[in-house]
């Protein structure tokens, strides 16, 4: 029997249901419908978290297309479940998992394959990708937040860059970009911030960038040498395109370029520092880091939207539009 499975006074055998957000195919915005299915089953690792918010990224609408089918060398089965991040509080936990209590305020990054993502009432993530909330930080941010802050911590991380040498933050105003901004100045570090629109270069100043501009409409490379003269030490490309291309070289030839997998599209021409592609670091060890991180200084992730789940489609359609910081979906 299910191990899910409970059994009604009259003998039948049930297994627990819960409202999500599914996909039966892969497609457009009109695939994502509303039904109920069976809880996620409950591993001796794992922790059910009962999903209050849900961050949405743009790898959602390309994932919802089919463009990650067999990625990660697992088939995708249906009905399919996009979500990447989230937070809310501790359902149960498997009987290996000592340092979680029902209740408490979580948040984790997992990978919707193979069983399933956070687009739904709840969801099961193996202990070592779940993390407590720190007292100060609202579960709606926490729940747009995992993929997004790992991936710039890990990013900074492979520039090692020291206090004071200077960093491009490229697309600062997007979910990536506008908390890789402020790790970086948590860790000393001189920021040129290429944000998106008069909104973006407010956000990326009011969150510690020590010089901003818009991409868009500004000169980037004479904004770089004029920050840096010499040349910038580092750059962080979570945009690409032709003008993140051309930015780069205001990067010293001995400087480092970290570019996140997942950046579309691609430089088509090497620039002078190498470029280092990378994933996410989403441990227990980073997110211990990234918690003391936010426990010691101010730390926010800029929520634009929160849609309710029934307007999931809403919220995809959001993807297209401009906005800075992330989405969300309210769940719980």
């Given at each position: 029997m299910?191990?899910?499975?409970?059994?009604?006074?009259?003998?039948a055998i049930?297994?627990?249901?819960?409202?999500a957000v599914?996909?039966?195919?892969?497609?457009g915005?009109g695939?994502l419908s509303?039904?109920?299915i069976?809880?996620?089953?409950?591993?001796?690792d794992?922790?059910l978290?009962r999903?209050?918010?849900a961050?949405v990224g743009?790898w959602?609408a390309v994932?919802?297309e089919?463009d990650y089918?067999g990625?990660?060398g697992?088939?995708?089965?249906?009905?399919?479940?996009l979500?990447?991040?989230?937070?809310?509080?501790v359902?149960a936990a498997?009987r290996n998992?000592t340092r979680?209590?029902?209740?408490?305020?979580?948040y984790a990054a997992?990978?919707p394959?193979?069983?399933?993502?956070?687009?739904?009432e709840?969801g099961?993530?193996e202990?070592e990708?779940?993390?407590r909330?720190?007292d100060?930080?609202p579960?709606?941010?926490?729940g747009?937040?995992?993929?997004d802050?790992?991936t710039a911590?890990?990013?900074l991380?492979l520039l090692g860059?020291?206090?004071?040498?200077?960093?491009?933050v490229?697309?600062?105003s997007?979910?990536i970009?506008?908390l890789?901004?402020?790790?970086?100045?948590?860790?000393?570090i001189?920021?040129?911030?290429?944000?998106?629109?008069?909104?973006g270069v407010?956000?990326?100043r009011?969150?510690?960038a020590?010089?901003?501009?818009d991409?868009?409409?500004?000169?980037?490379?004479?904004?770089?040498y004029?920050?840096?003269?010499g040349g910038l030490d580092a750059?962080?490309?979570?945009?690409g395109?032709e003008?993140?291309e051309?930015?780069?070289r205001?990067?010293?030839?001995s400087?480092?370029?970290a570019w996140?997998?997942?950046?579309l599209p691609v430089?088509a021409?090497?620039?002078?520092?190498?470029v280092?592609s990378?994933?996410?670091?989403?441990?227990r060890?980073?997110t211990d880091r990234?918690?003391?991180?936010?426990?010691?200084?101010?730390f926010e992730?800029?929520v634009?939207r929160?849609?309710p789940?029934e307007?999931v489609?809403d919220a995809?359609r959001a993807?297209?539009d401009?906005?800075v910081?992330?989405?969300?979906?309210?769940?719980?």
């Amino acid at each position: 029997m299910d191990s899910r499975a409970e059994r009604t006074a009259g003998g039948a055998i049930v297994v627990p249901q819960m409202n999500a957000v599914v996909l039966d195919r892969f497609g457009g915005i009109g695939e994502l419908s509303a039904r109920r299915i069976p809880l996620p089953e409950v591993g001796d690792d794992d922790v059910l978290i009962r999903v209050e918010f849900a961050g949405v990224g743009s790898w959602d609408a390309v994932e919802r297309e089919g463009d990650y089918d067999g990625a990660f060398g697992v088939p995708s089965t249906f009905p399919y479940v996009l979500g990447w991040d989230a937070a809310g509080t501790v359902a149960a936990a498997g009987r290996n998992v000592t340092r979680f209590d029902v209740g408490e305020r979580v948040y984790a990054a997992t990978m919707p394959v193979p069983r399933g993502g956070f687009y739904a009432e709840y969801g099961v993530v193996e202990a070592e990708y779940v993390a407590r909330v720190p007292d100060r930080m609202p579960t709606e941010q926490a729940g747009a937040m995992a993929w997004d802050a790992l991936t710039a911590l890990s990013g900074l991380d492979l520039l090692g860059l020291r206090p004071d040498q200077t960093l491009m933050v490229f697309g600062a105003s997007g979910g990536i970009g506008h908390l890789a901004v402020q790790l970086a100045r948590h860790n000393g570090i001189r920021v040129l911030a290429v944000a998106s629109g008069d909104d973006g270069v407010a956000l990326a100043r009011r969150l510690g960038a020590d010089h901003a501009i818009d991409g868009r409409k500004d000169d980037v490379l004479a904004a770089a040498y004029e920050f840096a003269p010499g040349g910038l030490d580092a750059a962080l490309v979570t945009v690409g395109g032709e003008i993140a291309e051309r930015s780069l070289r205001a990067i010293k030839n001995s400087g480092r370029i970290a570019w996140p997998n997942g950046v579309l599209p691609v430089p088509a021409t090497s620039p002078g520092a190498p470029v280092s592609s990378y994933d996410g670091d989403r441990s227990r060890t980073a997110t211990d880091r990234l918690n003391a991180i936010i426990k010691a200084s101010f730390f926010e992730v800029h929520v634009a939207r929160t849609f309710p789940m029934e307007r999931v489609e809403d919220a995809h359609r959001a993807l297209n539009d401009h906005y800075v910081g992330k989405l969300a979906l309210k769940v719980g």
